[in-house]
Every structure is written in C-alpha cells, then in structure tokens.
C-alpha cells in the first residue's frame, strides 16, 4: 500500500496522512492515532528517501559511541539502549551509532550534524561540564541528556533519577539499625551520577553526626571483578565497616563474593544495599540472600528518551525541562542491625 492508497482509503488528503505519519503537531491525536492504526494494519512503510525529500527529517535518531581499547560495553548502556529501541521501533525511527575515538568525539558530532544524518541526539554518562553537552547546545540540534551535568551556564532538556535521595535514604536506614562504619562502592568518580549518590551519603551521615572517611570509598567502573577487589580492601581492614552501600548489582555480586571468601555472613556480619536498574537477568530477590536496593529502571529511561527525543523532532516539545525521578526503596533480607 503506497500513501496514495492510504490516504484514499481514510478519506484523508496525502498531506494530513503524511503529516499524521511524521508526527507533525498540527494533526490532532485522534487523526493520528486513527492514521497510525491504518498504516500498521495494512502494513504501510513510507519510502525514506521520499519522507526525508518531504519533511526534511530523516527519522533518525542519533548516539556518538566512544570506541577504543580502554572502552568497555557496559551492560548498563546495553539496557538503556533496549527500552531507547523498543519505542523507536514502534514509531517508525531508527538508531544510529557513530564510532568515535573515545579522545576526540567531537570531531564525530560536528561530522554528523553537519551532514544532517540524524533528527536527534542523546548524550549518556554525562560528566561536570560536560563539553558534549555544550557542544550539542552550540551546534542546534535537538537532544537529550541521560543523567545531568553541572557546571555549564545554560539549561539543557535531560532525563535522570534521584541519585542524591536514594543514596541518602539508603544510608539513613542503615543509619537507623545502628551502623556507623559505613563505607560506598560508588561508580567512577567523574561520572555525575556517582558524584550524587557520594553527595546522598555523606549528607545522610551529616545528619547524624557521622563521616563518610575517605578510606571507606572506592570509586571504580562497575564491575563484578571491581566490586569484589573493593570489597576485600574493605573488609580486611582493622576498622571494617558494618555496611556497605554499593552501586550496582553487578558490583554487589563481587561483594557477597567477597563476604563469602572472608567467612562473613550477610547481614549478620555485613549489612548491604545495592542499586537496582532492574535488569531482567540479575534480579536482587535472586541472591543468595535477597537485596536491599534503591529501585529505578534504566530501560523504562531508555524508553523515554526515545519518547521526548520523537517530540522535539516533530516540534512537540522544545525548551530545556529536565526530568529528576524518584527511586524506590525496597527492603529485603541483606540488612540487619549492628552485630553486638
């Protein structure tokens, strides 16, 4: 079926159905919905090249990957990238990634946005100031940052959780059961998120009358190997902590590892709360002894980039709102009170 067809057949002209297609603004929600129901059902695909000679887009949505020998695929980015496709694919864009050496991407944005392969851009793992983000902001194209990034003199649309207020909740509760060696298995300390959730827990102490000292933090990229190496340099110490505050599940799997080899039992020896970004093959209540963790789906934020990034493209959105989530927090049988 061609738009011709289509558009015969919802008595509506080639325009408003093509319109209604690209998600122009000016077509009301229920014409859309009804030409959108059309088109899948009688498996209308619009031509590219004919869509982007008629609307100037390209359907595109864009990410500028680091490449190299020092780059590692995180599992995390592979899940946000899941949600980011499955809303993409349902509304007719695609995702393209651009190879980048990891010293010099914006060679990689300035190449792209020039050649106007892409709509739209994210930026992921963001850091303080950011330059991919200024960068983005100069060049004028829409886009989207997953995280936050301080210390740039202008607002940008993002996407995040509430890294500060799970941490600090984390730590309060186990505040609350008595622990005051309290130690933080963080990410990479450049990254903004894990400058939040170190921020969450030294405020949660604070307000106790207690310091997050400097020889209870490890900051590494967020691994299993890395969680259980940080883990054992804690545990063994003179001064260990009673509890740990850690990352990510995948980091936490090296912690209880790390218990195990010392012939610590959690949480009678050791309380722990991990972050949860809620992978469907690493679930909390699956470990030996089900975890405590600050609960936010990565995929669900995938997801809704995709969503806003559709919306700056078809002119529904414009301006630099932010979006912060809450993070849950569910109890489970990793945390205890202080061992007498």
């Known amino acids: 079926m061609n738009l011709k067809q289509l558009s015969l057949m919802l008595e509506l002209s080639q325009t408003t159905v093509s319109r209604a297609l690209n998600g122009y603004p000016e077509v009301s929600e229920d014409t859309r919905r009804r030409v959108m129901d059309a088109a899948k059902r009688h498996g209308y695909r619009p031509n590219p090249s004919a869509r982007r000679l008629a609307t100037g887009k390209a359907g595109m949505i864009g990410y500028v990957m680091p490449t190299g020998a020092a780059v590692d695929i995180d599992p995390h980015f592979v899940e946000f990238l899941s949600g980011l496709g499955d809303y993409a694919r349902g509304h007719e864009l695609d995702l393209v990634l651009s190879p980048a050496d990891a010293a010099d991407e914006e060679t990689t944005y300035r190449r792209i946005v020039a050649n106007k392969q892409v709509d739209a851009l994210y930026i992921s793992a963001p850091r303080s100031s950011d330059k991919r983000v200024a960068l983005a902001h100069q060049l004028g194209i829409p886009f989207i940052v997953h995280g936050r990034s301080e210390g740039l003199d202008f607002d940008y649309p993002f996407i995040d959780i509430d890294n500060e207020g799970a941490f600090h909740d984390a ?116 470990f030996s002894v089900p975890l405590t963790t600050t609960r936010s789906s990565i995929r669900a934020a995938g997801a809704r980039v995709a969503e806003r990034l559709a919306a700056r493209i078809s002119g529904l959105e414009d301006g630099a709102r932010g979006e912060v989530w809450p993070v849950d927090l569910v109890v489970r049988g990793s945390i205890a009170g202080v061992k007498q």
Request: glycine fraction near 6%; charge should be negative.
């Open 171 to 286: 730590t309060r509760l186990l505040v609350q059961l008595g622990h005051r060696r309290i130690a933080l298995i963080n990410g990479e300390d450049t990254q903004t998120f894990a400058i939040f959730r170190e921020r969450g827990t030294r405020r949660a102490l604070a307000e106790s009358g207690l310091m997050l000292e400097p020889m209870n933090i490890r900051s590494e990229i967020m691994t299993e190997e890395n969680g259980y190496r940080a883990a054992r340099s804690l545990l063994e110490a003179s001064d260990a902590p009673t509890a740990i505050v850690c990352s990510s599940l995948i980091m936490a799997l090296g912690v209880v590892r790390a218990a195990r080899d010392l012939n610590l039992t959690i949480p009678t020896d050791l309380s722990l709360v991990s972050h949860d970004d809620v992978f469907p093959w690493l679930k909390p209540e699956h």
